[in-house]
């Protein structure tokens, strides 16, 4: 099923390079495209096919400049948690099941940080990730325990900046148990007797 965030993220991703060429856009800018019915904005995890209406929807950009998303991540204070709300290990497992769904969308090479944290795990309908600090807290709690790595891919949009791109460090126990999966360890070989002289002394046997 197509959602709405997945059609607004084709075309923030396709607008920059004309609106570059046209001299609209900086190179260090990129668009954030969001649906609209009249003044309200639609649910980005609802689905487009058969909701979309050209003579009542519109479509509004706004520009952003790119940001280091690391070292942003990085520098930000944990946020604080309310008393009644669900344990933080609960969000954890939540932030690692959705960025499984992420890496597994067919025809994309990789998970951008900045998309996953602000459109797509907001998109998963989790009442802590409607919070930007906790998606940010989450998520850096995932990275520095290694459950979620970080690496640096080249950017279809602006060449020159390069995106912060995330994904599972799937040998870790703890990402295996969020996802249902089991590790287990190789069998142990024990060696299987034969009746018969040994391998060594029919080997030898043949050469006479």
């Not at 929807?57 to 604080?80: H, K, N, Y």
Request: with cysteine; net charge negative.
């Amino acid at each position: 099923m197509t959602k709405n965030a997945d059609i607004e993220l084709e075309i923030a991703e396709s607008l920059p390079g004309v609106l570059q060429q046209l001299g609209v856009l900086p190179r260090n800018y990129e668009c954030e495209v969001h649906f609209y019915r009249g003044n309200k904005k639609k649910g980005r995890t609802a689905e487009f096919e058969g909701n979309w209406d050209p003579n009542e929807d519109s479509i509004r950009i706004t520009f952003a400049q790119i940001e280091d998303e690391e070292a942003e991540i990085e520098g930000r204070a944990p946020a604080l948690r309310p008393a009644d709300a669900a344990p933080a290990e609960d969000w954890l497992l939540d932030l690692l099941r959705a960025l499984d769904r992420a890496e597994n969308r067919p025809g994309y090479e990789f998970v951008a940080l900045k998309w996953f944290r602000d459109t797509a795990l907001r998109g998963e309908g989790l009442s802590w990730a409607a919070d930007e600090a906790s998606r940010y807290d989450v998520l850096q709690q995932a990275i520095e325990r290694e459950l979620v790595r970080t690496k640096k891919v080249s950017n279809p949009r602006p060449p020159n900046f390069p995106v912060t791109a995330i994904y599972l460090n799937r040998s870790k126990p703890e990402v295996a148990g969020a996802l249902g999966k089991q590790t287990t360890a190789p069998t142990e070989f024990r060696p299987i007797k034969i009746r018969g002289d040994s391998l060594s002394a029919t080997v030898l046997h043949d050469r006479r």
